[in-house]
């Protein structure tokens, strides 16, 4: 194994600035558009006619990208090409930037910015030879990839589940014929009702959470009974991350805000189309001040089923038409009780059910692989570009 060696930035590359390419010039083309976040349109010719870097200059500050091919960087960038770093593989320069993380030494005063001669004092510690250069590239752009064909998977599972559920919603399982309703086409057969009937008491529940008044944040403590508010909703699901909790003696004084297994949880203020189904993981959990309990207690009504048609968009679109309120969609009880429901019978309820909760398992699992080979790749990062781990010493399977 090559010796490391210690530099500074600016003995190992050159940094160079960005062109003005406004949007009113660009000409739509093949060649990317890099500003300081990425890819920000296309043009039909390049500014630079090679593969490169791309480092954030002002706005997103530091961030880095890389270029396959030929390229435009515009003037909130800089840029590097192989012959600004000639004793350093480009690859290998992409990631050790990124280790590196410029984003550190912007300023943070109006819109963040990365100085060029800052930049230049930093001091990095790599390996003299390209070959072990090359290689620790390989081993992180192998990890990159795999992340890459996670987020594939779980971008295309998601235009499916979409395009699947308008299309179930609208058409039902078999292309049955349709009839319009105030929220559109919907299947024939499919029965007509309003969730305040389908919440009817004593079985139903049809309510907004706690007042402020009866929950107050100094009641919030470490362990004990958790929380669900709005920001915790997002895409039929409840998000488990920084759920703030209260005692069990605040719980059982808001006894009926206490969550069961397939209550519909929504947004009450603002993203109003936010909602999730509760799973037996947040059973017993509290509804929040700002969310809406939705709990159905019709025999010939699954929530489950209900959870998914309340995610279509054409219900958001029907929420945000009625909603109380002109600067921030407020939902109540009036506008909740009328909205209108269609289902159709209890087996195809199920069969809708079973389809989306296998597509749901996917998605999860595509999350799961993709958070896994982060975590890897932060590790891996961390150890190859410290020469704690030298690339010998690992064993990488396919």
């Not at 590097?80 to 480009?90: C, S």
């Not at 209550?263 to 969310?291: K, M, P, Y």
């Not at 309340?310 to 679109?317: E, G, N, Y």
């Amino acid at each position: 194994m090559s010796e490391w060696q210690t530099k500074r930035l600016g003995d190992v590359l050159q940094l160079n600035y960005g062109k003005s390419l406004s949007v009113k010039y660009r000409v739509e083309g093949p060649i990317p558009v890099y500003g300081s976040n990425g890819i920000v349109g296309s043009h039909n010719e390049a500014i630079v006619d090679a593969p490169g870097l791309i480092v954030g200059r002002k706005g997103s500050a530091g961030q880095v990208h890389r270029s396959l091919g030929p390229f435009c960087p515009i003037d909130t960038t800089f840029y590097v090409t192989a012959a600004d770093a000639p004793d350093t593989d480009l690859e290998f320069l992409y990631y050790l930037l990124r280790h590196l993380d410029l984003t550190r030494i912007t300023g943070d005063v109006g819109v963040p910015g990365l100085n060029r001669e800052m930049a230049y004092m930093e001091p990095v510690h790599f390996p003299a030879a390209l070959p072990e250069q090359k290689k620790i590239a390989h081993i992180l752009s192998t990890v990159q990839r795999a992340i890459e064909a996670q987020e594939r998977i779980i971008q295309t599972t998601t235009e499916l589940k979409k395009a699947l559920m308008h299309k179930l919603f609208t058409e039902g399982l078999r292309n049955e014929p349709q009839k319009q309703t105030e929220i559109g086409p919907v299947p024939e057969s499919w029965e007509p009702i309003t969730l305040g009937e389908l919440c009817e008491k004593p079985d139903g529940a049809l309510q907004t959470g706690p007042f402020g008044s009866q929950l107050h944040k100094d009641e919030y403590e470490e362990g004990g009974i958790a929380v669900v508010n709005p920001t915790h909703l997002a895409g039929n699901r409840i998000n488990h991350e920084n759920v703030p909790r209260v005692s069990e003696e605040v719980a059982q004084r808001l006894g009926k805000h206490r969550l069961r297994k397939f209550d519909i949880l929504f947004a009450r203020r603002g993203e109003i189309g936010r909602q999730g189904l509760v799973t037996e993981a947040e059973e017993t959990w509290l509804c929040g001040t700002g969310c809406f309990l939705v709990r159905a207690s019709k025999p010939y009504i699954d929530n489950r089923f209900l959870a998914l048609y309340f995610a279509t968009d054409r219900l958001v679109k029907w929420l945000y038409a009625h909603a109380a309120g002109v600067i921030m969609p407020n939902l109540n009880n009036s506008v909740m009780q009328r909205l209108p429901v269609f289902y159709p019978d209890l087996e195809t309820q199920t069969t809708i059910i079973e389809t989306f909760t296998t597509i749901d398992q996917k998605l999860s699992a595509a999350f799961r692989r993709q958070a896994a080979l982060q975590d890897l790749f932060r590790t891996l990062l961390h150890e190859l570009m410290t020469a704690k781990t030298r690339i010998h010493e690992l064993e990488l399977s396919a």
